[in-house]
């Protein structure tokens, strides 16, 4: 039974569809997966599995009269903590969000939901999304399963460890510097950075409005094409999302890529590159010339930037975001405990001092700084017109190339407390996957390898706005044709 | 430092202030290399994928039965009469 859990949801759910396995014994081997590694693991914050089993049991009775809603109808999923769950605890890894229970789903869960998914709990996340290894948590760091003394990435380190580990056949992320594709990079499995607006925004917390996407990290680019299908498209609770009509993303499967031009840009394999991230990135691309594809260098010269044109429109944004968290509506409050309060005003401070984490606290800090008046037009301003030039160059290149392949990150997972009062070092790590959000552009990391330590290696693949059909069309390619992504941990 | 905590509305300790100020400066100088960009050809951008203003008809969509305002009003740690309570804003 317990290999079940190792499924991808493709091959799951054509096992459903054949009747050769039920959605309640699928989740019966995620269940008891879930308990043999997640003491080691820690990627759960809150488990839902009594009514993932109440799911399942509706889901059996679809399948048994042949009404199965999607292909991930009885799939178990685990959703990252930031997600609004309706009745279910929803809590951004923030002592301030600790004991918050949403009155209703985002609209991701309620398409998941309609798609007849198994709803398995909520897992780690760096405090509001803020950081790169998971340890920003309030309640603790996740472990990366390939070896636990080290971070699984982050933000979306618990969804990464979790597909990962099996303990869950897919998760739902969210990315605003690189939350779903660093973590991808560091676990050894496929997550996407969709376009920004493809995915709705509606009921997950926010980090930095302008940046911030939602999408999926799975064991299989099928998987997420799959999963695209279900999540993507307009929203009307959300006004920034895309009114295109959107392609059937599992039509990009299975296509020869022969003619295919990938630009490779020189920027991101400069100083500060692992040497054996490079000759695996580098041997990655090589393959996908033997598969007929053409690869060239050239240059994004606006890279060098977009850290610090990142930072300081995230950080603006956040500071920004966080002004919510007043102890007021909802959250964390010293009015709950009756503690003795000198009016309005320190009840804003007594909250926000005793319940946001360190990470928090200086992204509010540095945006109440590069907002304020004097300081504005030198941080921010000049930030928002780095990032037009930045956008530019991306809008450029993808007149000449169909997708852009670099690194997901200079080096491979670090260990447990190596860089968490080390905050500009933190920043710096994310100097690959920063870029793309201020561009709006999707990207997905994709297993490419291993270092000599057995840590894994992903190749992130860039592609035009809405363009996530042709790194589709690359990704499938390469993963049909390695098999990086079928390897799994032993823990 | 302290006055960027004070319009943050966050206390710090003394060992907090220089923690953060240590942290914070090392941050903002190594940003400081935007000066260097030649932004005189370039709109800021806040929006990316070129939107401009999306509206939609002002009429409840969803019904605000009291269940729904129930589970609204749960999450609120003071209530009074079914409204929202706050502390005084210039008394002690």
């Known amino acids: 039974m317990i290999d079940l859990a190792k499924l991808t949801v493709n091959e799951a759910s054509k096992k459903l569809d054949a009747g050769e396995i039920t959605s309640s014994e699928l989740l019966e081997s995620v269940i008891e997966r879930i308990e043999n590694v997640e003491p080691k693991v820690k990627a759960y914050i809150t488990q839902t599995l009594e009514t993932a089993k109440e799911q399942a049991k509706k889901s059996d009775e679809r399948y048994k009269k042949g009404l199965q809603l999607s292909e991930v109808d009885g799939i178990p999923v685990a959703l990252k903590d930031v997600f609004c769950t309706k009745g279910v605890k929803t809590t951004a890894a923030s002592k301030i969000l600790e004991d918050f229970v949403p009155a209703y789903n985002a609209t991701v869960v309620e398409k998941l939901e309609k798609a007849g998914a198994i709803m398995l709990g909520k897992v780690n996340t760096d405090e509001f999304t803020m950081g790169s290894s998971t340890e920003n948590s309030a309640f603790g760091p996740s472990h990366n399963p390939w070896d636990t003394s080290r971070v699984p990435g982050g933000s979306s380190g618990g969804s990464a460890a979790a597909v990962s580990a099996d303990e869950c056949l897919f998760a739902l992320g969210t990315d605003t510097g690189g939350s779903i594709r660093q973590p991808s990079s560091f676990c050894s499995v496929t997550g996407l950075k969709v376009t920004y607006g493809l995915v709705s925004r509606n009921g997950v917390v926010s980090y930095a409005s302008s940046f911030d996407t939602i999408g999926p990290i799975a064991k299989s680019v099928a998987d997420v094409a799959i999963i695209l299908n279900v999540i993507a498209g307009n929203d009307p609770m959300d006004s920034t999302t895309v009114s295109e009509k959107l392609p059937d993303y599992k039509s990009f499967l299975g296509k020869d890529i022969k003619g295919k031009k990938i630009g490779i840009p020189k920027e991101f394999y400069g100083q500060g590159l692992d040497p054996e991230v490079d000759k695996i990135i580098k041997s990655a691309i090589e393959k996908l010339k033997s598969l007929g594809a053409e690869a060239e260098e050239m240059s994004l010269p606006s890279t060098d930037y977009a850290i610090a044109m990142y930072y300081i429109i995230a950080k603006s944004e956040a500071s920004s975001n966080l002004a919510r968290y007043d102890g007021i509506r909802y959250g964390y409050s010293p009015l709950k405990n009756k503690s003795h309060l000198k009016g309005l005003i320190d009840l804003y401070f007594k909250t926000r001092t005793e319940a946001f984490g360190n990470e928090a606290k200086r992204s509010i800090m540095m945006g109440t700084h590069t907002l304020s008046s004097g300081y504005l037009d030198a941080y921010y301003k000049t930030a928002s017109k780095v990032r037009t030039l930045i956008k530019r160059e991306y809008q450029k290149a993808f007149e000449k190339y169909d997708v852009l392949i670099t690194p997901v990150s200079p080096f491979p997972a670090f260990k447990i407390g190596e860089k968490l009062e080390d905050p500009l070092s933190m920043y710096l790590a994310d100097v690959n996957t920063v870029p793309i959000n201020p561009a709006g552009v999707p990207a997905m990391s994709v297993p490419a390898g291993f270092t000599s330590a057995g840590l894994p290696v992903g190749m992130q693949i860039i592609g035009p706005h809405l363009g996530e059909g042709k790194i589709i069309e690359i990704a499938d390619a390469f993963q049909r044709a390695t098999d990086h992504h079928l390897k799994k941990p032993e823990l | ?92």
Not at chain 2, 5 to 16: F, G, K, N, V, Y
Not at chain 2, 67 to 91: C, H, M, Q, W, Y
């Open chain 2, 1 to 92: 430092m302290l006055d960027v905590a004070q319009l943050a509305r966050i206390e710090l300790s003394d060992a907090e202030e220089e923690k953060f100020a240590g942290q914070l400066s090392a941050v903002l100088e190594n940003f400081e290399l935007l000066n260097e960009v030649d932004t005189s050809n370039a709109e800021p951008t806040a929006q990316v994928t070129g939107l401009t203003n999306v509206f939609r008809d002002d009429k409840i969509q969803n019904v605000n039965d009291e269940k729904t305002r129930d589970e609204f009003l749960a999450n609120v740690p003071e209530i009074e009469n079914g409204a929202i309570k706050v502390p005084g804003v210039f008394n002690d």
